[in-house]
């Protein structure tokens, strides 16, 4: 059974601020993992998708890297702003195709 | 967001009557989902849809039904709302193969409370 877990739950920094966000899974059988940002009372808004032979994309100041073996991705934002304060969350596919496992998401707050 | 959209954006209710949630989609996508999100627990998956009239049940089914008769609307219904059933409902859509899913896009929430 896939398991994704988040590292660490909450993370606050000051402006300016480089900083790594960690996603960890079980099963390295995936086909993508997907990175989404969620402001409070809102929906998820999808950030990067890495497809299994990929192994990283970019967007911006963000950068995600995916490592299969390690059961890894990471997401790196530069520069961070005040507003990218919100919950971050990675996703993998399941065992089942249609169905996608959700970490636990880490909370960022980056003081002005 | 963009091509897909939830209605009610926010409803109460009583225990015990039943509840319609509507997801409609733009984007002629195949797959749709349902999730529900709450604190401590994060997304977990109600039912899914991988076609008109093809459905299947995710990890928190009990106490919900789903159809779906169109490409476009995928509707989730509570049959008898309970307080445990208080949370956010999101809608979800993607389009892939059997082998691959090319990713997720969400809806924005529906908030509901059960009194």
């Known amino acids: 059974k896939q398991e994704v877990t988040q590292i660490p739950a909450a993370l606050s920094v000051p402006e300016g601020e480089n900083l790594v966000l960690n996603c960890s899974f079980t099963?390295?059988?995936?086909?993508?993992l997907q990175w989404f940002r969620q402001d409070p009372g809102k929906g998820l808004t999808s950030l990067l998708l890495?497809?299994?032979?990929?192994r990283e994309q970019t967007s911006g100041r963000l950068n995600a890297s995916l490592d299969k073996s390690s059961g890894r991705s990471t997401l790196y934002i530069a520069a961070s702003q005040p507003g990218d304060s919100a919950t971050y969350l990675c996703?993998?596919?399941?065992?089942?195709?249609?169905?996608?496992?959700f970490g636990p998401g880490t909370s960022l707050s980056v003081i002005p | 967001d963009a091509g897909i959209t939830q209605s009610p954006r926010h409803k109460v209710t009583e225990t015990g009557t039943p509840v319609t949630l509507r997801c409609h989609q733009t984007e002629n996508h195949r797959y749709m989902y349902w999730y529900r999100q709450d604190p401590g627990h994060g997304l977990r998956l109600i039912h899914y849809?991988?076609?008109?009239?093809?459905?299947d049940k995710g990890e928190v089914s009990d106490g919900y039904s789903v159809s779906r008769s169109k490409t476009e609307d995928f509707l989730l219904t509570l049959e008898s709302a309970t307080s445990s059933q208080t949370s956010v409902y999101f809608c979800a859509i993607s389009e892939g193969t059997t082998q691959a899913n090319y990713g997720y896009t969400f809806g924005s929430g529906t908030r509901l409370t059960v009194v």
């Open positions: 890495i497809q299994s032979s990929q």
């Open positions: 849809s991988y076609g008109v009239k093809d459905t």
């Open positions: 996703a993998v596919p399941g065992t089942s195709y249609d169905k996608v496992i």
């Open positions: 099963d390295s059988a995936i086909y993508n």
